[in-house]
């Protein structure tokens, strides 16, 4: 079956850095997307890898590993404003989504 | 603005009624889906299109039915809605089911089935 795992929840204290792992597991590969999604609102998206390797995008960074079926998120000089749910996604064969259930960061002052 | 909207944003809605959520982009996307977001589960996808005239079914189509007439609405139906159809539904857009595109959202439609 197809599956996607990641925490729950995690808690990091602002200013800090903070990685959201997120394992998976898909009928064929197309790629690893990562949103961000506020209470209340829509998921916006932050970054596709398909490549092994991290990209670097300002303050975030993701990750994958193909052959580990890995990847994660980073975020760097944490803000209040990043208090959120990060979604993890896996493309599968048929170019859908396959959807982690996501990770609530809680940032601390 | 250029996006995405839906409509309502929230309903209530009693059990056996019949209910269309509207979705309409503007960025002139070919790709469209439906998802519903419940609490502890990740976004799972009821129907998409991946071009105007063309629909397919997603992980939990049953109960739901869709239609693409043109490239910019995408409207899901709810035949007889059921409470376990209580849910937050998203609508999506991408320029292409391929890889690498991201998917842009609606706001999201709340809705109650009592």
């Known amino acids: 079956g197809q599956n996607i795992d990641q925490p729950t929840e995690m808690t990091a204290t602002e200013g800090a850095i903070v990685q959201i792992n997120c394992t998976y597991q898909t009928s064929g590969f197309n790629g690893l997307f990562w949103y961000q999604q506020h209470a209340g609102e829509a998921p916006t998206f932050l970054s596709y890898n398909v490549l092994d390797g991290l990209e670097e995008k300002g303050r975030f960074s993701s990750f994958l590993s193909r052959s580990k079926g890995y990847s994660y998120l980073l975020l760097k000089e944490l803000q209040m404003k990043d208090s959120a749910s990060y979604l993890c996604a896996a493309m599968d064969s048929n170019y859908q989504l396959i959807w982690g259930a996501g990770t609530k960061l809680i940032i601390k002052p | 603005i250029a996006g995405i909207t839906q409509a309502p944003t929230s309903q209530i809605l009693a059990a056996g009624r019949r209910m269309t959520l509207r979705c309409t982009q503007d960025?002139?996307?070919?790709?469209m889906y439906w998802y519903r977001q419940d609490l502890g589960l990740g976004l799972r996808l009821i129907h998409y299109?991946?071009?105007?005239?063309?629909?397919g079914k997603g992980e939990v189509p049953d109960g739901y039915s869709v239609s693409r007439a043109n490239t910019d609405d995408f409207p899901l139906t709810l035949a007889s809605a059921v409470p376990s159809q209580t849910s937050v539904y998203f609508c999506?857009?991408?320029?292409?089911?391929?890889?690498?595109?991201?998917?842009?959202f609606g706001p999201g439609t709340r809705l109650t089935v009592l």
């Open positions: 960025m002139r996307h070919n790709a």
């Open positions: 299109s991946n071009t105007a005239g063309t629909t």
């Open positions: 999506a857009s991408s320029d292409s089911p391929s890889s690498y595109n991201e998917q842009f």
